[in-house]
């Protein structure tokens, strides 16, 4: 593989940037379309990006966008840890032009576990790149189960979701209930479409959501595919649509 840098347009939530990016950075912000996307590629360099555009500013700036980032090293689950998060910022209004997760394995040798229990993150705090819960828009779209106790309802609108090998795949849309009245996750993916989950894959609620294997997961899996309510990547273990013919999180062949 090529270590030559060549000049690439890198899309985020918010806009996008031009870079020069590596043949190995080229393929981990490639998720199986035409474009490339900035968040698997995580921190560049500043002198890399020659330009950058917000969508909130509608202008394109030179130079690079301000980049912050802090380093949890937090253990999200077994043999996985959250080095680094970050942000891309518009430096005229400040507006997120894309986000970042960088994860690790302690142990390269062995593969990623269970997600950490809910319980064990309730108490970290707001790090400096949460956004508080507005009062108003603290009440969920739909909510056919009673809220919890005040101090512990969170909303998860917006929340990024990575799956269990802790890839992005979107940002949460809504919690509802599909046709055989099972409680999905609703996510829209970096280019708008909406992807449903599984609840039954939901490792943990964190700062993100985290989806997580287990044996009650990986049967239901098996008997959705069988019954031909939806597809499971054989790849990445992705739930597509029924119809669908490529894998919607990493373009595999399905």
């Known amino acids: 593989m090529s270590a030559e840098l060549r000049l690439k347009k890198l899309r985020g939530s918010g806009g996008f940037v031009m870079a020069r990016v590596s043949d190995e950075q080229q393929s981990k912000g490639n998720l199986g379309g035409p474009d490339l996307f900035l968040a698997p590629i995580g921190r560049l360099e500043a002198g890399l990006i020659s330009k950058h555009t917000c969508n909130t500013c509608e202008k394109e700036f030179e130079g690079s966008p301000k980049i912050e980032f802090e380093n949890p090293n937090e253990e999200v689950a077994e043999n996985l840890v959250l080095a680094e998060r970050g942000k891309y910022l518009c430096n005229e209004c400040g507006s997120t032009i894309a986000e970042y997760r960088d994860f690790r394995k302690p142990n390269e040798a062995m593969s990623v576990g269970l997600a950490n229990p809910i319980a064990q993150q309730q108490d970290t705090g707001l790090s400096s790149f949460d956004t508080p819960v507005q009062q108003e828009s603290a009440q969920p779209e739909i909510s056919p189960e009673p809220v919890p106790s005040e101090g512990t309802f969170r909303s998860i609108f917006g929340m990024d979701v990575f799956d269990e090998s802790a890839k992005k795949i979107g ?84």
């Open 171 to 254: 940002k949460a849309k809504q919690v509802g209930v599909d046709e055989n009245q099972e409680l999905i996750l609703l996510i829209s993916d970096d280019e708008g479409n909406d992807i449903s989950i599984s609840w039954s894959r939901i490792g943990t609620v964190g700062e993100v959501i985290f989806l997580g294997k287990s044996e009650k997961t990986d049967v239901k899996v098996e008997q959705t595919v069988a019954i031909g309510t939806g597809l499971r990547c054989t790849s990445c273990n992705f739930d597509n649509k029924p119809d669908s013919k490529f894998c919607e999180s990493c373009g595999n062949q399905l």
